[in-house]
């Protein structure tokens, strides 16, 4: 079992770059398949990226393309996701997830990932 706490989110304006970070603990990071979600008020949780665990292979949401980058530091066990090119659509809470049996085709589906962080607010401000 994966313990995941996110931090590093905040206000930003929009045009402008965040980063925020899962740290993971409890278990070995290494065989875990980590993504991050969000969801903004009254919307549903969406899908933004994803780090295979094998690999390091990447998976975007076609909102975020080009704008975000997943990564993940195997020795300090920790996930990030850069965020630059912010823009108001993208505040929301972000969560970190992570999931052991997860192939390619279900990267994206928060179904997939069983142990999940309490979010971190991102807030991009027009």
């Known amino acids: 079992q994966v313990q995941l706490v996110e931090s590093g989110g905040g206000l930003v304006p929009a045009g402008g770059s965040l980063r925020v970070s899962c740290s993971a603990s409890?278990?070995?990071?290494?065989?875990?398949?980590f993504g991050w979600f969000r969801q903004a008020p009254g919307k549903e949780r969406e899908f933004v990226a994803a780090?295979?665990?094998?690999?390091?292979?990447?998976a975007y949401a076609d909102s975020v393309k080009g704008r975000f980058t997943i990564s993940k530091d195997n020795a300090k066990n920790t996930v990030h996701l850069q965020m630059n090119a912010l823009k108001p659509e993208d505040t929301a809470v972000y969560y970190c997830a992570a999931g052991t049996s997860i192939i390619t085709s279900t990267m994206s589906k928060a179904s997939a990932y069983a142990y999940w962080g309490r979010g971190t607010q991102v807030t991009v401000s027009s």
């Open positions: 780090i295979k665990r094998y690999g390091g292979s990447t």
């Open positions: 409890g278990s070995t990071f290494s065989t875990y398949t």
